[in-house]
DNA sequence: CTGAAAGCGCTTACAG
DNA sequence: CTGAAAGCGCTTACAG
């Protein structure tokens, strides 16, 4: 925390007798100069207490080595979303691999179109963006690449999507031919901040696509606003329980969302999947050890995440014109049956 | 993501017939300007569609408008720690408020004490970092400001930590005066990487305190190595149960240990408190709904997080010379005694 | 209200 | 193997 003036490349160079270039060359280039005249630059530098300043670096090169890790809403989103965090620690660990560093950027504030453009990465991962979030606009304009995680289709970016429509389809006709006739659907409320989160939107197509396709009335399914928070659980229980004719099952667009039902449930001294089956999406760690264990979609998160970071690096390292994006990259989901259903 | 060469402040001025000085106040400092001369500046950047080049403005100006959040561990370790989800939360939203950007500093690769140097963050905060740790190094070092929350008290920086050791110390004596005298502590487990969590330490010597104030022999207190994730419980709480002699409650390091040893043991149907009462630490918004809920120590957890950064945000502010760091900020701890024990 | 000039601290062809 | 010079794209006293 020391105010003194800082030590630049200039003054080892001065102090050892040789170049800027040489003393530059000493970290970036070492090969080029010979052992004695690198190691006698190493040494004062160390002397000097010199720091190569990051940021001079970073003009110079073009390069940040950060990536920025968009998100739909405020940091605070990550409380509300145990997959993103299970997101972050993916990236985290091939970020290491790759020597890239990891800029959060939460949608508050500025959403311009040229947003992005304000910020020091080599490039970006958005997460959730749907066609009307105000961040749609900057995937369109971005002079630097980008890729989409659970992005909204109709956007023009690479992107990395789960089988939303599919899966939930599966799920809806996994609890018909059970029997159930009337299902609540337990999913996200509409935002204040008018977000909308294109994965449980396509999700809910897929539910009302399967009870088409039954033949059977859309009433069968019944939309219900729960919070994705364990701790509201007791609250989305009472929603969904207190409709009216009483549902005999639920579809929930996330596990979060699920096993908050199943502890609220619990709590009410409902059983589980005799009075409600519930059924969740994603299948997080937890949601094998729930009481019961709950029934889910399976993905393969990390092989996801992981195709699209290499991708991602690709292109910060192609720097090639602007070409079409790859097709969407869409991993299938298979419904794991567990005792909730 | 053309490739086209980028539009510089130069360009906008030449084309708008303008200085340099002019392009860059029309920005900055809107007021220097005449309407006339600063519309006519806007608008031909925005038709050549011109954007500041934000590692342009940071070298010239020296601020990065970034803070570094410093782990202790890589960042698969927001999988392990819920009350990290609850910090970043927080962070978020009060660096939103400051105008700041979040980068993640993860703790692998060069961790050599000038680490912190090569990173374009204008202060740190430092989470959890251990007076053995390769980092420790840095905080002495660094030319930037940092705070440390759940950090070492014999390091020599701002802290802002809990008061772990008498909140341990309360939850052990609690057990003890419910007649406990065979009590598991759930703690971490030695690390590959040696880490150590200086809170997790902290709360170790608070249980031993206890016992040996209350006379007891050490022996009292058994230390198992549990795992901080919800679906290792049932590993959790069969290398409790396995203890012998049995124990009959067990204190966690942390709540989401002591959520798992709950779970463990309704699968196992052993009743707790009845056959094993749970003691955790933190006070996770599950804790309060888990079956049973959880005894546990609560923390005002944005409180301290505010200050934190307030007292970061000061430091990059005052840019003045090392001076001493301020006392410890110590946020106490309340024992909330619910079904568990 | 406006502009010429120096500076932020690096990197990297280029020439020797 | 080594160095002089231009460049990365801004900001900001300073002078007018």
Not at 275 to 303: E, I, M, R, W
Request: charged content about 20%; glycine content about 8%.
């Amino acid at each position: 925390m020391s105010k003194k003036k800082r030590v630049t490349l200039r003054d080892v160079a001065r102090q050892a007798g040789v170049s800027p270039t040489a003393v530059s060359f000493a970290y970036n280039a070492p090969h080029q100069l010979s052992q004695t005249t690198r190691d006698r630059i190493i040494d004062t530098a160390n002397e000097l207490g010199y720091q190569p300043h990051p940021v001079a670096r970073t003009l110079a090169t073009g390069r940040t080595n950060t990536i920025g890790l968009v998100m739909p809403t405020g940091l605070d989103w990550i409380l509300h979303d145990p997959l993103f965090s299970l997101m972050l620690g993916e990236i985290g660990t091939i970020c290491d691999e790759e020597k890239m560093r990891i800029l959060i950027v939460p949608a508050v504030g500025d959403l311009s179109p040229g947003m992005l453009a304000t910020i020091a990465a080599d490039g970006f991962v958005l997460f959730s963006i749907h066609r009307n979030h105000p961040l749609a606009k900057s995937v369109e304009h971005s002079n630097r690449p980008l890729v989409m995680i659970n992005g909204d289709e109709s956007l023009r970016a690479p992107m990395f999507n789960l089988d939303d429509f599919n899966g939930a389809y599966l799920a809806c006709q996994h609890l018909l031919e059970k029997g159930h006739r009337r299902i609540a659907v337990g999913t996200i409320g509409p935002r204040e901040d008018g977000v909308i989160i294109p994965s449980f939107e396509r999700r809910m197509l897929g539910y009302e696509a399967a009870v088409r396709d039954a033949g059977l009335p859309p009433s069968t399914l019944r939309p219900v606003y729960i919070r994705g928070l364990l701790s509201m659980g007791k609250d989305s229980f009472e929603k969904i329980w207190s409709l009216d004719p009483r549902p005999t099952a639920v579809l929930c667009v996330s596990d979060v969302r699920a096993l908050g039902v199943l502890n609220g449930a619990r709590k009410a001294g409902v059983s589980v999947p005799g009075d409600l089956a519930v059924v969740g999406f994603d299948n997080l760690p937890d949601s094998a050890v729930s009481t019961p264990p709950l029934t889910t979609l399976k993905q393969d998160l990390p092989g996801r995440i992981r195709v699209a970071l290499k991708t991602l690096f690709a292109l910060i390292a192609d720097d090639t014109e602007d070409d079409d994006p790859p097709p969407p990259y869409i991993t299938p989901l298979e419904l794991e049956v567990r005792e909730s259903t």
